[in-house]
């Protein structure tokens, strides 16, 4: 792969940001180590099919027990590029989140909400030689996050991806258009203004599976001036 440039600072929420106060437990307090990503491994690591099941890509489908899982279907669709523009080809993009309700499955995730029996809220995919990506998934709910007074997260898909090296390892949040929650949200409100709407997904009709489930656009950048920002 061609040289990595220094990832622009500017895209990313700063690791400590007051109003997000889980930030001020677990964000870096001292100077960063610089590493010369000419000097640095850049061959890795590296995920192939093997590392996927048949329903992986599939949220709808890949935690059923006894029947659908309760929410609005929706397809999760767009493509990964490098700090050039190039789409990123076969690169494993992982995804959590929420179910309909606003409940994750998880011991720590005590919110006075329904589990889902038949969704598990995790799934993974490859992009293709173009660098695209696609998921079938619920629409995850609003949920209450103790941050500050009747403190709600706005709905959102966390994403994970190494990319083609650790150097382009991000992780961020998708969020939905039109939420009225974002304006409230101290995690969404921590990143620079100038690149918040890159984290907003896109409504697309072309992409919406008619009679089964709405459509959203989200491509995601892994470095350089217009970097996806990332969010945890």
């Known amino acids: 792969m061609s040289r990595i ?7 990313h ?3 400590l940001s007051p109003e997000y106060k889980s930030s001020v437990q677990r964000g870096v307090s001292q100077s960063l180590v610089k590493i ?17 099941g048949p329903l992986d890509h599939d949220l709808t489908r890949n935690g059923r027990v006894n029947g659908e899982p309760i929410g609005e ?14 789409p990123v080809p076969n690169t494993l993009v992982e995804v959590w989140q929420a179910n309909a309700a606003g409940r994750y499955v998880h011991k720590r995730d005590q919110h006075d909400a329904p589990l889902d029996p038949n969704f598990l809220g995790s799934g993974r995919c490859l992009t293709d030689d173009l660098g695209r990506y696609r998921f ?3 629409k995850p709910g609003a949920y209450p996050w103790g941050n500050h007074p009747n403190a709600w997260r706005p709905n959102h898909i966390h994403f994970s991806l190494f990319g083609p090296s650790i150097a382009t390892r991000l992780v961020t949040q998708m969020y939905f258009p ?29 992409v919406t599976e008619d009679g089964f489930a709405l459509g959203y656009i989200f491509n995601i950048v892994l470095r350089g001036v217009d970097a996806t920002p990332m969010e945890a």
Do not use: K, M, N
């Open 5 to 11: 440039t220094q990832r622009d600072w500017s895209s």
């Open 13 to 15: 929420p700063a690791y």
């Open 36 to 52: 010369d990503p000419e000097l640095a491994e850049l061959t890795g690591p590296a995920f192939g099919a093997e590392v996927l």
């Open 73 to 86: 279907r929706i397809v999760v669709t767009g493509q990964v590029f490098d700090e050039l523009g190039r």
């Open 136 to 138: 079938y998934t619920i």
């Open 178 to 206: 039109g939420d009225p929650l974002l304006a409230y949200d101290p995690i969404f409100e921590g990143t620079p203004a100038a690149a918040r709407d890159r984290l907003v997904s896109q409504f697309s009709l072309d």
